[in-house]
Structure formats: C-alpha cells, structure tokens
C-alpha cells in the first residue's frame, strides 16, 4: 500500500480546537495503534489489516504528526497527546480500548494507563521512550528552535533518512521510508516536525515512574532487541516495574521491529489479544 | 500576460529564509492581516530591503482595523455574488478523494477564500499610496472605530505548500501551464497548497482553463478590481508614505510600482478560482461571508447588492 493510498483512508475529527486524521478498520473490540516521532499511522500499515479481522482497528496521526493538525500553535507532548487520545476516544464513543504504541507513541500508551487507567483495557508498548530513555541525540537537534532557519524541508527529510535506517535491520524495508516522511517534505510539514522534536520531554516519562507499579492491566512489552535508538534495558526494567507485564524479545529487529519482524509481531499481538481481550466470549 | 513575469525580476523571499528585521515583519504581517503564512505580494515587497519596513510601518495601521476588515468582507461578498454566475467546476466529484483529505482541501481553500481579498485591498491601497505620495510628516487620520484581534484564527489551515519545482514530472508541467496561462511570476500559494493533492489540483486546473477566457469572468475580475481601488481611494485611510521615503527605491521606483499594480491585476482572477473551486463544497451564501469572522457590534459597510 503506498503512503498516498493510506492517506485516502484516513478520516478526520475534530478534537477541541484541532483535528486528526485516522484509519479505521474492522469490527470488535477496539485496539488503538499509535505511532512515535518522526512518523506518522502510516508505520503500521504492513500489519494493521491482519488485527483488523478480529478487532477494530483505529490508527490516528498524533498532532502535529502526518496529515492530522501540523499548525504552528499548540503543545505536541505525550501529555497533550495522552489527553488529545482520551478526548477523541469519547467523541468515537470508546470507553476502553487496547492500546498499541511504538517510540513515543508508547510513552502516550504509558501515559493514558498510569493517568487514565479506565480508559485501557490493556497495554502493549514496542520499542517505546520511558524513563530517561529519551529524547535521543538526533531528535534533542532537530527540536532547536533555529533548526527551522538553518536547514531546508528537503534537506531536513534526507537527513531523517539517513538517520532512521539504522532503526531498520533490513535495507529491503527502507523503501517504505519514503512514505514515512512524505507529510514532512513542505516546509509546514518540517516545521511542524521541528515542533514535535521541541515537545520532546524526558520528565512526562520520570514523573510517571512511580505510576508504573499501578497499572493493573495485562500489559505486553514486545522489543526489538537489535534497537540502537530505545536499548531494551529499558524494556527489562519496564516489565520489573509492571507487574502484570510481559516482555517478549523480537530477534533481528531494531526499532522498526513491525517492519523487519511482521509476521512474528503480529502473532504476538493477536496471541496476546486472545489471551486478554477475546473477539468473542470465550465458552464456559 | 508575458510582460508581467518579466516585470517581476526580484526572486520573493521565502519565509523560512527571513531573519532579523525581516522575520519580526513576517511576524507581525501573519498577526496583523490573522494568516498562517506570508503571501506572494509581501515575500516580493520585501525583496525592497530599504522600503519595505517603512512601507510595513505605513501598512499596518490601515490594516489591524475594522474597516480595512470589512472592506475586505464585502470583496469577498462581491466575489461569490459574480462569480456564482460563472459555469461550476465539479472538479471534488471527479478525483477519488478520502474523507480527511476533503477535510483539509475545504480548510486550505477557507485559507486563501479569507486571505486574498485581503490582499487585493492591501495592494491596492499600496498603489494608490505609491501614486500620491503624502508630505513629509503628514500623520494619517487613524479610523475611529476598533482595532481587530490580532493572531492566526485557531482553525486556520497553515500555509503549506508544495515546492515552486516539485519533483514531479506532471506536477511541473502543471504549475508550468499555471504560471504560463494566469501570467504569473511564480506559481502562487494557492496552487502550491492545492498541489499537496495531485489529483485535486489536475482535476480543477483542466477545468478551470477554458473558465479564465469566459468574457463574464473577466468582467468580474475587472469589477473586483475597481472596487479594491474604489476602497483604496475613497474608503480607507490613506498610507503615510511620502515622496522622501518613495525616493528610497531608486531606480527600483518604476519596478516597484509596476510590481504592484501587478498585484491588483492577479488577485481578482486568484479571488475568482478559489469562489470558483469552493463552490464545489459551499454553497453561494456561504462563501460571501467571511470563513473567520470577526464578531462586530455593528456593521461600518453595506455589501452593495
């Protein structure tokens, strides 16, 4: 599927004074996939139909991300995110959902369970920021306010290319890359990016930490082991702090384990939603 | 329609390239006229580095206010009134487009609906300024009525755009046949924003182009025209720009006048296409009013039927 077929997918809602753009497929419980920086719902496009058979499944652009709102006025952190998801769940009418997030979008993930627990019916975080595992070196520049003077859109995209194929295992995948930065190739779009790099804020991930240890949910930790972005030491010290976590191990994958390990991911996540959340109720 | 790409010889500047002086104008014009990006007529106004702080210290009284607001309104009144006569486009109907992208197309075409008969107003009261120049120290009666909010309304689309030299074979020829066919001196905002969707943008210019040679429309176009200048000379204030500061162009002076006048030329067939492509979404009543208004206690001009 190219980036331009899944863009003519999304559908839009207004969320306070903002809008976002989403994917919507299938039909059961909901599951809410959420992608990280600098990406956008695209990411999850290699895997998202096969949870779709059983599931309904919703893949929003964060603000400030892929072709949801990119104006240059509001706060893009995980904090406003977090409530940015909450919000739109109760404009669709989703109470609870399963929650999917990857790289940033699993520090929202985290953020909604320690904040809003009610509105998690469990928890899968992959490769994601926690604690102090992030922003990292290339993301702390990029956020820089003069970023936006210094270098030009096109520019900006071939050095995020650069840089993001180390968080791929497979130079086979890197051709979806084009796709995954396609929203930030204008100037709006780099802007935007710059600004979601300038949200990037250690502390939403520290000031939850003593949260952790209440999430009551089944939570699934799934980690690319090869990630030179999010090291999976981060990984083992989330599942020690989780209780009723699980930490899977995805051999030959980085960052972008969804794309170097599809078929293995996507097991893990329909196993895991059989154990937690069954599309039916299960026979007694 | 050449001779108006010759005339504009200065490369407008981009915004992201603007700094220090220039950058705080850019600033100020976005809050001022309540846009998300700096139009074609300032980005080529400030290729003048000398003139064009002073001709933004003359602009921006005139314009944070409610009558220079309301003249605009009734521009963009008078607009949708003609231009509904005009053969509908149906472009929306052709291209298989998703429910988001609607969204956003609406929203970006909002944008240019709000900002362009600002700008028709605004050059047009630069060229009568530039043609009667004022004496030195003469201090323009500032309107008694009140001053509009400054800021981006916060459901404004931002002003992005495709690159002037996109990648894209079809999409080059595009803003090319564009360009060569509206006499422009670069491919506007307006098209750059409607080329983030490909398909849209084929779809509107294909039928768009036999619509620009339409006798109706450039009597539109003409009537819009003198209806800016109208406001220019008999409505709104007159700018403190006087032969001293005129002088300071140099032999850039005629350029500079040329330039302008250019403006008023483009803007009403800019104003035109984006009632034209909206209509395709809105309806008449819709578009004559403004997509970010102002709440007023009352109202400083009558849209004339």
């Known amino acids: ?284 | 329609m050449l001779f108006f790409s010759l005339v504009m010889k200065n490369y407008p500047i981009p915004e992201e390239e603007a700094e220090r002086e220039l950058d705080g104008i850019f600033h100020e014009i976005k809050q001022v006229f309540r846009v998300s990006g700096v139009n074609l007529n300032f980005r080529t106004w400030a290729t003048y580095p000398k003139f064009f702080p002073v001709l933004w210290v003359s602009i921006r009284p005139v314009a944070e206010t409610r009558l220079f607001e309301e003249s605009c309104n009734h521009i963009r009144a008078l607009a949708a009134r003609l231009a509904e006569k005009l053969p509908r486009l149906d472009a929306a109907t052709s291209v298989g487009l998703g429910d988001s992208q609607i969204f956003q197309i609406q929203a970006a075409l909002d944008l240019y609906h709000y900002i362009n008969p600002k700008l028709l107003v605004i050059s047009s009261v630069v060229e009568y300024a530039c043609q009667h120049p004022t004496m030195s120290g003469f201090q323009s009666q500032r309107p008694d009525h009140e001053l509009i909010p400054r800021g981006i309304p916060l459901r404004m689309y931002p002003m992005e755009m495709i690159d002037e030299t996109p990648d894209d074979a079809t999409l080059r020829r595009t803003f090319r046949d564009i360009q060569r066919t509206l006499g422009l001196p670069g491919i506007n905002s307006d098209y750059r924003t409607l080329a983030l969707w490909p398909e849209y943008l084929y779809a509107v210019w294909h039928r768009l182009k036999p619509v620009i040679t339409h006798p109706l429309y450039l009597e539109i176009a003409l009537t819009l025209r003198e209806a800016a200048q109208q406001m220019a000379s008999h409505v709104l204030p007159r700018l403190t720009i006087s032969e001293d500061q005129l002088r300071v162009l140099g032999r850039k002076r005629t350029h500079f006048l040329e330039t302008t006048a250019h403006f008023t030329q483009l803007l009403p067939p800019l104003i035109i296409n984006i009632v034209l492509i909206s209509l395709d979404w809105r309806s008449r009543q819709d578009l004559e009013g403004s997509p970010f208004p102002i709440e007023f206690s009352s109202t400083v001009l009558e849209p004339s039927t």
């Open chain 1, 1 to 284: 599927m190219t980036w331009r077929e899944f863009q003519r997918l999304q559908i839009v809602s207004r969320v306070n004074a903002r809008f976002v753009s989403y994917v919507e497929a299938g039909e059961g419980p909901p599951v809410i996939l959420i992608h990280g920086i600098p990406v956008w719902g695209y990411l999850w496009h290699g895997i998202y139909s096969e949870l779709a058979r059983t599931r309904r499944v919703l893949i929003p652009d964060l603000l400030g991300f892929g072709f949801s709102d990119k104006a240059d006025g509001f706060d893009r952190s995980i904090a406003c995110q977090a409530h940015m998801i909450t919000a739109w769940m109760t404009q669709l009418g989703i109470p609870r959902a399963t929650i999917i997030g990857h790289d940033i979008g699993g520090g929202v993930a985290l953020r909604i369970a320690t904040l809003f627990p009610a509105r998690v019916e469990a928890l899968i975080v992959m490769n994601t920021v926690c604690y102090d595992s992030w922003p990292i070196e290339l993301m702390l520049q990029f956020g820089h306010p003069e970023a936006h003077r210094k270098i030009s859109a096109s520019l900006a995209v071939r050095l995020l290319r650069q840089a993001l194929k180390r968080g791929f295992s497979s130079s086979r995948n890197r051709n979806i890359m084009e796709g995954l930065l396609a929203p930030y190739t204008t100037e709006t779009g780099k802007l935007s990016l710059i600004r979601n790099a300038a949200a990037l804020n250690t502390n939403l991930t520290t000031e939850i930490t003593h949260l952790l240890s209440g999430i009551k949910i089944p939570t699934l930790v799934l980690w690319g082991v090869k990630d030179r972005f999010q090291p999976i030491h981060y990984g083992e010290r989330l599942v020690k702090d989780i209780h009723e976590s699980r930490l899977i191990r995805v051999k030959d994958a980085r960052h972008f384990l969804m794309w170097d390990q599809p078929e293995i991911v996507t097991k893990h996540l329909l196993d895991f939603f059989d154990r937690t959340v069954p599309s039916r109720p299960l026979m007694v």
